[in-house]
């Protein structure tokens, strides 16, 4: 029922926001369990804000003993890698993993076509060369067949995506990389407590990658980890989220690498801490809503839950629950499912994201200015490319379910008769 009233409130947001504010805020305080309202407070964030307000070390540049050195501690542990970096954002992470890992101009790194164009804008940021490869139609990830199409002697590294929390294949992916003298990187953006093939999601790269940023699974406003079992690599990247100096982790006032401020807020780590020790209980219950929701659905012919590469629903930790379409066997299309669902208060998108060769900065060629080495006719193929699998899943054979939809009792029961009265 509270779920219609969705539409309406949304209509209110661009003509009076401040209203919306105020009905977001009553509506949170009294009927947020009922909402499936995401993000949510999972520990006690409040409490951790304050404390560091109260601090004078609202920066993570100076000091011991800090909020992020914390966060970095508590990540480490519930991954189970050695070393954690916080650091501002998820794509700062894939950026400082490229130019740690030694990537330089001219260097390809492949990556598959449908994920988060922040993938394409990091290696480019990174200084190194994105190419697009297809994903599989059984499992909507990397197609291995298509990364060796596209690979290259300039092929230096992999980003092996975790989409939406659904495992990749990181038996096949490491072999891969480690066959072809590829560094591999972990895209674990969307996918805390994801399991792969028997281990976490983010123990598989050379390094792997985290956010906190909006619709991740954890969430500090914005902010990244990365995460290595190399203590060389951990000290660069820590002296690398400095603009580079290595005072703090070499001793040594010098600058040795093209650097950035890559730096948390203490706020942000403060806040994250937080989430992540509420995490472990709140992706139990969203587990056991999407498994109660995956059964539910066994009777609508050619609707199924993808699990990636993964074998159980209990592996993938379901940043939204990816949907396939198959129309041999379903009437009911992509469109259809997307009009009466959404016209019904039901929060959803794609089951990827846009092909990024479709992107302005792609298909106009702007990429020209600045990919200035290499085989630029080899990459310029690859930027025209047609990816068919990826292009299928975005036009009509996949949807993404949001994960409020899952978060209360109420959403999916109104979920259930929604599609109940589609097919
Ligand atoms: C798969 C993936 N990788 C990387 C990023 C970039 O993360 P951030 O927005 O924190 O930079 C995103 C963001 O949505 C993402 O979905």
Redesign the pocket.
């Known amino acids: 029922m509270l779920n219609r009233l969705i539409p309406i409130v949304r209509s209110f947001k661009d003509r009076y926001p401040k209203l919306y504010g105020g009905l977001v805020s009553i509506a949170k305080k009294f009927l947020g369990n009922r909402l499936g309202v995401y993000p949510r407070v999972m520990g006690n964030e409040l409490k951790a804000v304050e404390d560091v307000l109260k601090s004078s070390q609202w920066n993570m540049a100076y000091g011991k003993g800090l909020a992020h050195e914390r966060l970095e501690a508590d990540f480490a542990e519930y991954i189970g890698v050695p070393h954690a970096i916080a650091v501002g ?6 950026q400082m993993s490229m130019r740690a890992l030694g990537l330089k101009p001219g260097d390809e790194v492949i990556h598959q076509i449908d ?2 164009s ?2 394409a804008m ?1 290696v480019l940021n990174a200084g190194a060369t994105p190419i697009f490869a297809d994903v599989s139609n059984g499992t909507f990830m990397l197609d291995q067949s298509s990364i060796i199409e596209n690979s290259g002697k300039a092929t230096k590294a992999l980003i092996a ?1 975790h ?1 939406w929390g659904n495992p990749e294949n990181m038996k096949m992916l490491r072999d891969q990389a480690t066959a072809s003298g590829w560094k591999l990187i972990e ?1 674990a ?2 996918s805390l407590g994801t399991v792969a093939q028997g281990r976490k999601a983010g123990t598989w790269g050379d390094t792997s ?1 985290f ?6 699974p954890i969430q500090g406003g ?3 980890m990365i995460l290595t079992s190399n203590e060389g690599l951990a000290r660069e990247l820590r002296a690398m989220r400095h603009w580079g100096d290595r005072t703090i982790e070499f001793g040594v006032r010098d600058v040795e690498q093209l650097a950035w401020n890559g730096r948390m807020s203490e706020i942000v780590a403060a806040v994250v801490r937080e989430q992540l020790k509420g995490y472990p209980k709140h992706l139990e219950l969203l587990r056991e809503a999407v498994l109660d929701f995956k059964s539910y659905i066994e009777k609508f012919q050619g609707l199924e839950l993808m699990l990636g590469a993964g074998q159980a629903p209990d592996q993938s930790s379901y ?1 939204q629950a990816v949907l396939k379409i198959d129309l041999t066997h379903s009437q009911v299309s992509k469109k259809v499912l997307w009009d009466n669902l959404s016209g019904n208060g039901i929060t959803l998108w794609h089951a990827n ?1 846009e092909l990024i060769n479709s992107l302005s900065f792609f298909r106009k060629g702007t990429w020209k200015e600045w990919i200035l080495k290499g085989d630029l006719e080899r990459i310029e193929k690859n930027y025209g490319f047609h990816f068919p699998n990826a292009q299928q899943v975005y036009d009509h054979g996949g949807i993404g379910l949001a994960k409020m939809n899952f978060l209360s009792a109420e959403n999916l029961k109104h979920l259930k008769s929604t599609l109940e009265k589609i097919y």
């Open positions: 954002s998820g794509g700062m992470a894939l994920t988060c922040a993938t990091a995506t989409m895209d953006c969307l990658v956010s906190f940023g909006c619709i991740k914005e902010g990244g940043a994201f």
